[in-house]
């Protein structure tokens, strides 16, 4: 579901997309920030009565701990550690007594007046009584060395009240200190963050949604941009702008992108080449074989002489279709990996011999382009059909392209492991730009080379898909009116039994 609403706030793009990256990234953070939100406001609420109850309690114990120090800790009291103990009471908000082990009142300081839980009757461990007129009763709960931290609520102001007593031992008597005081008003501070709590939030939701906006719009920007840069391949055009410079993944995606874009580029263009050149090598024998078999039906077709010939023409344009829909199938078959190779033991030597001699006796014959071999003996385990295949497309390839008086030459170079055959012409060459498409089917180098009869323009394909078959290494290195090599090189594997296999 989209809504095809459309704004732009602050720069930022809103048109409103439900499944979007822009929105859910937003929502995403929104949510997350509403959820940190609402987690500190509910733990707030949780545990402020429980830590002012703490921080009261120890308060509580820190002035007792103070007390017994000032009141008990020496010999001699003067008037300065009665008047310190008497502000620390008051500044403290809370009662004390030190009662002796006889139950008498040492010392009686009242920050607290009427709610001072000594001067009233308290319910304390099941008994109703007046600390202050039955002593006893609060020396008996700290007898045993216990520390006695109990609460009580006020039955003048209702609040909670803490009573806090501990047993202090000293060298010549036993003391015990009580000390009563106040929890503040926890609920009247639980109202007021509750309020302040509630304009923080709103503050907080409003700024969230504005800063979950621009972070969204900052990561879901450039993906936008990729994507829409990307629809435009659907249409066919490759001038795209990927140039985003943005986080590290996005910046890779683009780089990737890019590199694609320009293969697909290429790979459209010769797609081009490609149906231009097929429907050029099919229509152009089919349009000889209509145009003479017209001419034989109109023309020809008494005299015996011009027939024949017109026949030779038809055969001969039949023989070329033929060939090319067999050599479309055979690369196909290859490329597509449901070649079988078959191997056996073969001297690399006399198959390059062989291959020479027939271009002697027929391409080259009449005119003064030679073929120079520089070989040696070697055996070989590979498919021999395939080999001589891929050496023959290689010098067909080099005296395509060559000059009449261009002299080729075929080299073998025998290392200790493996045999390198190089094709070698001082023809036309080929451009440096040209070179990774010519082992395409049908990639033309001369744009405006006339068809030659013997050639499918699928030589060099085939030649690649035999030698990567054979996981053999090839290539080219040319050089624009010096010429070229081609070379592949081959495995000195050798089936000592000299036996067929396939692959």
Known sequence: MTTSSQSVVWGIDLKLDLKGIKFNTWLYLFLFSMTILVAIGLLQVTLIKPYFRDQRMNAIRLAANEINERLLGKAILDETDISDTFDLILNNN???IILSENGQVIYDGDALGAVCTFDRETELDGKSFIPKNEPQSLITMVEDGKTLTTSIISDISDQEMVLY???????????YLFINSPIEPIESYI??????????????????????LILADRIASPIIKIRKEANKLRDGNFDLDFDIHSYTEINDLATTLDEAAERLETVDELRKDLIANVSHDIKTPLTMIKAYSEMIRDISGDDKEKRNKHLAIILEETDHLDKLVDDMREVSKLQAGQNILKRTNFDLQEMIEKIVKNYQETIIKGTSMKIEMETVPCVVWADETGIFRVISNFVSNAIKYSFDDSVIIIRMIDSEDKVRVEVIDDGRGIAESELPYIWTRYYKIDKGFARNSNSTGLGLAIAKAILEAHGAK????????????????????YDTKGSSQRD
């Open 94 to 96: 809370m009662c004390a």
């Open 165 to 175: 007593g501990q047993k202090i031992e000293a060298d010549l008597m036993n003391y």
């Open 191 to 212: 109202e007021l963050f509750v309020d302040q709590f509630y304009l923080i939030a709103i503050f907080i939701f409003i700024a969230a949604i504005g800063i979950s």
């Open 474 to 493: 090839y290539g080219v290195t040319s050089k624009v009116n010096v010429g070229s090599t081609f070379y592949f090189e081959l495995s000195k594997d």
